[in-house]
């Protein structure tokens, strides 16, 4: 089963532009991670947010944790062509992580 | 090796075969984890081991999927009687020492079932 459910399914922007990916989550968790996949392969670790922390910063990523709502929320700044990529929430609530079914982002160059 | 390492990266079986995919994790991670991804889905959780014991098994969708881990560190995941619903790429990951870390995945087993 699939807990985290991003939001949308797929976005198309131009080069320059900032990209937002929405991820929806069901029960209380320790923390929550987000994923790159290029070509279904492969997952990179991008950012991880514990439970207790509101928002994170790595280089163009911002990412957000609202408890409350059960969301989550990753900003891309400034987007490239080479951001292209599938980008999965993952939640961690025990012994292991549970992936959504993730957000394809095309940037167009 | 620098990464988890999974091999084969293409594997084509017909129905009703044996498969074996092997995951060679990060070195020194004690944490190992096998995720299946159909298309257009997120990788669905099978197995986490800790050291050489399954720690949470409650993914394998039936006794078909065995895996082991013997020494603490390859770990093979088994498929008897392959079906068709088999096919997907089968992801291995690892982590320093578990739960609540970030996870270093392989590049996946592309699993075809004719």
């Known amino acids: 089963s699939q807990q985290g459910e991003e939001d949308p399914q797929a976005l198309s922007i131009q080069e320059g532009e900032n990209a937002t990916m929405n991820c929806s989550y069901k029960?209380?968790?320790?923390?929550l991670q987000w994923y790159r996949q290029n070509s279904g392969r492969g997952l990179v670790h991008l950012i991880l947010?514990?439970?207790?922390?509101r928002e994170k910063h790595s280089g163009r990523l911002r990412v957000t944790l609202d408890t409350s709502k059960k969301s989550s929320s990753l900003l891309i700044t400034a987007s490239r062509a080479a951001d292209t990529a599938s980008y999965f929430c993952?939640?961690?609530?025990?012994?292991?992580?549970?992936f959504g079914a993730g957000t394809i982002l095309r940037v167009k160059s | 090796g620098a990464g988890v390492s999974q091999t084969p990266s293409n594997k084509v079986t017909e129905k009703g075969k044996y498969v074996e995919l092997r995951c060679d994790p990060i070195?020194?991670?004690?944490?190992l984890y096998w995720y299946r991804q159909s298309l257009g889905q997120g990788p669905e959780f099978l197995i986490y081991?800790?050291?050489?014991?399954?720690?949470?098994d409650s993914g394998l969708p039936n006794d078909r999927f065995f895996a082991v881990r013997p020494e603490g560190s390859v770990s093979t995941l088994k498929i008897q009687r392959t079906e068709r619903g088999d096919s997907a790429v089968y992801l291995c990951?690892?982590?320093?020492?578990?739960?609540?870390?970030?996870?270093?995945f392989g590049s996946g087993t592309q699993l075809s079932v004719l």
């Open positions: 081991f800790q050291g050489t014991g399954a720690a949470d």
């Open positions: 990951a690892s982590s320093l020492s578990g739960t609540g870390e970030k996870l270093f």
């Open positions: 029960t209380s968790i320790n923390n």
């Open positions: 947010i514990r439970s207790n922390e």
């Open positions: 070195s020194g991670h004690t944490a």
């Open positions: 993952a939640t961690d609530a025990g012994n292991k992580l549970v």
